[in-house]
T-cell receptor, first 109, second 117 residues
């Protein structure tokens, strides 16, 4: 079993839909990261969370430390949101990241 | 925001040659840089941790003589794939942690696609 699990693996949506991607982890963490990888390959860091909730534009990330679970929400999805979204955790006392397998999102107009 | 660049963005080389990939933090100093590789439709795999002024720490199963890492300054780390073979073809990504970071933020480079023919 992977230490970081994401669901779903693949997701398709119509433009405008509300999207949720889930991440569960089994290790103690210092922080959880949500990353976005576009087809060209480059990775953008969207959020880093250690508690609570963060919002940036149409993106919202939440984390429940007790349940070891995080969600990434996209409101009013757009075709340009199509990408792979990766959850990664920094385990205690280390800068190393443990990655989930990613969620491939396609948003159709 | 913090910017990390990689050069080249893509490279094609012949089997048996060596290829050097550079990772630079453009507007901050980085004491720690990570090197990852990614196969198609798979997640990132950590290859090694590079600390300025010291030897890199390689993950289990990564050949240190094959993937030479040098972190000569606070803004530059290089990965050299020596005697490249087609199975080394992959997407290589670096990330950097700012020297004065107060959190676990990491900044990723845009990646380098290596094709060995």
């Amino acid at each position: 079993k992977n230490e970081v699990e994401q669901s779903p693996q693949n997701l398709t949506a119509q433009e405008g839909e509300f999207i949720t991607i889930n991440c569960s982890y089994s290790v103690g963490i210092s922080a959880l990261h949500w990353l976005q990888q576009h087809p060209g390959g480059g990775i953008v860091s969207l959020f880093m969370l250690s508690s609570g909730k963060k919002k940036h534009g149409r993106l919202i990330a939440t984390i429940n430390i007790q349940e070891k679970h995080s969600s990434l929400h996209i409101t009013a999805s757009h075709p340009r949101d199509s990408a792979v979204y990766i959850c990664a955790v920094s385990s205690y006392n280390t800068d190393k990241l443990i990655f989930g397998t990613g969620t491939r999102l396609q948003v159709f107009p | 925001g913090a910017v990390v660049s990689q050069h080249p963005s893509w490279v094609i080389c012949k089997s048996g040659t060596s290829v050097k990939i550079e990772c630079r933090s453009l507007d901050f100093q980085a004491t720690t840089m990570f090197w990852y590789r990614q196969f198609p439709k798979q997640s990132l795999m950590l290859m090694a941790t590079s600390n300025e002024g010291s030897k890199a720490t390689y993950e289990q199963g990564v050949e240190k003589d094959k993937f030479l890492i040098n972190h000569a300054s606070l803004t530059l780390s290089t990965l050299t794939v020596t005697s490249a073979h087609p199975e080394d073809s992959s997407f290589y990504i670096c990330s950097s942690i700012p020297r004065l970071a107060t959190s676990y933020e990491q900044y990723f480079g845009p990646g380098t696609r290596l094709t060995v023919t």
